[in-house]
């Protein structure tokens, strides 16, 4: 970090990622320029910033911030990259990067990365809590809600830093070199941003560009697509599969999750009837991770058979009337709900719809056909949805305009043994602010649905 000293920085975006980066570059003797579109009365840190020394400038992106003086630009990750300082900075040639790659700069532990369209959080949480039940000392951040620079500064060599990583954050770094990179899988997502998916799935692969023949790659053995070039790798391979045996790493036979090691050992980890785990796929990727981590079966068996979830994901809510009621509003793409629908062995009532990105949803219908008994749709998708559901052959459709509505109508719909599951399969803006406020309200409404039965 030293190289630099007395360098000018630009930090684009004031979020908590860039406040932490600003923060961490001053300390290496950098000169920081943090800069945001937002007015400096919404621009969190601003005050903090300047009372460090640190130029802040904020309502806009001036002219003469881009020049051939700076020596690097580190972006808030959703930054597009045409936008006006990204683009001016990367025509003269200036390095722009994201904070992950900072943090690898910094961190002095080895790194897990993890990334995916789907099941990243799960897989991460899962990671850090099997390596500390092992006695491993692990830390956890990254997109999971914590500033990856922030934990690595203080990180230890004797830590691993477990970290979930966006496509956005991957596709800004240069060096970063995880110990171990976990693929989770590759599925149509954020094309607003990376526009193609040729795009989107090397932005993914560059979790293992900088890796050596001591670092280990997991892949998805389930999705060739998803690793196209498996020869460009360097790193040792393991798969995880949940349908066939695997070379080497993870997959299920005869009902038990089993290991198979780099010699051809096979040990058995747990049967999968005791997962407490929604999707066999996560406790696959997370369990060899870990295995690979230094993890023994028995903490391994024993964090997968207790573990609660994460919130907005698969997220059991409550009972009522018989009636099972999960949350998984972090479901933002079609895939994530059409993993959801399978993860459920009861009838399901879907609740679902949100922002309209063109899909056409037309993959979901053998997924809904077995399995959905009724659909309550909001959002500029609820249409579409509905006229899937229709063509599916489900004869209860229901279009609804707020969440109350939604968790009403489908309560109507349940009957005792069903499961009510939220599971949007759409991004949230075209109603809500984020994906948790819709998971949060869902829960508030299931909450005082069951009050008001008791």
């Given amino acids: 970090m ?49 009372a460090l020394g640190i130029r802040v400038i904020c309502g806009g992106h001036p002219d003469d911030l881009i020049h051939p003086g700076i020596s690097l630009v580190v972006k808030n990750p959703g930054i597009p990259y045409e936008a ?9 040639g200036i390095p722009v990067v994201t904070e992950v790659e900072l943090a690898y700069q910094v961190s002095r532990a080895p790194m897990i990365g993890i990334t995916g369209s789907n099941g990243k959080t799960t897989t991460t949480t899962l990671i850090g ?18 500033v990856l620079c922030g934990l690595a500064e203080e990180a230890r060599p004797d830590q691993w830093l477990v970290a979930e990583l966006s496509s956005f954050q991957l596709m800004g770094t240069a060096a970063f070199r995880p110990k171990i990179g976990v693929l989770l899988n590759v599925y149509p997502a954020h094309l607003d941003y990376h526009h193609t998916m040729d795009e989107y ?85 997370a ?17 997968l058979e207790s573990f609660a979830g994460v919130e907005h994901r698969m997220e059991y809510v409550a009972t009522i009337a018989g009636v099972k009621y999960y949350n998984d509003s972090k479901a933002t793409n079609a895939e994530a709900a059409s993993r959801a629908l399978q993860a459920l062995k009861e009838p399901v009532v879907w609740i679902c719809g949100g922002l309209d990105r063109g899909v056409t949803f037309h993959d979901l219908i053998p997924v809904i056909q077995p399995r959905v008994k009724a659909v309550v749709a909001f959002g500029e998708t609820a249409p579409i949805l509905l006229a899937r559901a229709k063509e599916a052959g489900i004869n209860t459709l229901i279009h609804v305009d707020t969440v109350e509505k939604a968790v009403i109508a489908a309560s109507e719909a349940a009957s005792p043994g069903d499961a009510v599951l939220l599971s949007p399969a759409c991004a949230s803006w075209d109603m809500f602010p984020s994906f948790e406020v819709r998971g949060s309200m869902f829960k508030d409404v299931v909450h005082r649905l069951k009050t008001s039965l008791a």
């Fill in 287 to 303: 369990a060899l991770a870990c295995k690979l981590a230094g993890a023994d079966n028995g903490s391994i068996a024993r964090v």
């Fill in 84 to 92: 006006a300082p990204v683009a001016r900075a990367l025509e003269l």
């Fill in 201 to 285: 799935r090397a932005a993914k692969w560059k979790l293992f560009a900088n890796q050596t023949a001591d670092d280990i790659a997991i892949l998805p053995y389930d999705q060739a697509d998803a690793c196209p070039d498996l020869q460009s790798l360097a790193a040792q391979v393991y798969f995880f599969s949940k349908h066939r045996p695997v070379p080497r790493g993870t997959y299920v036979e005869n009902g038990s999750i089993l290991f198979v090691g780099a010699a051809g050992e096979r040990e058995e980890i747990l049967p999968v009837e005791k997962l407490s785990v929604a999707h066999l796929d996560n406790a696959l990727a």
């Fill in 129 to 146: 809590l099997i390596l500390r039940e092992a006695g491993i000392d692990a830390l956890t951040g990254g997109n999971i809600g914590t």
């Fill in 2 to 50: 030293n190289r630099y000293q007395d360098k000018k920085v630009v930090v684009l975006g004031m979020a908590k990622s860039g406040v932490a980066v600003a923060k961490l570059l001053h300390r290496f003797g950098a000169h920081v320029v943090a800069n945001d579109q937002k007015p400096r009365e919404e621009a969190a840190g601003a005050e903090e910033l300047e």
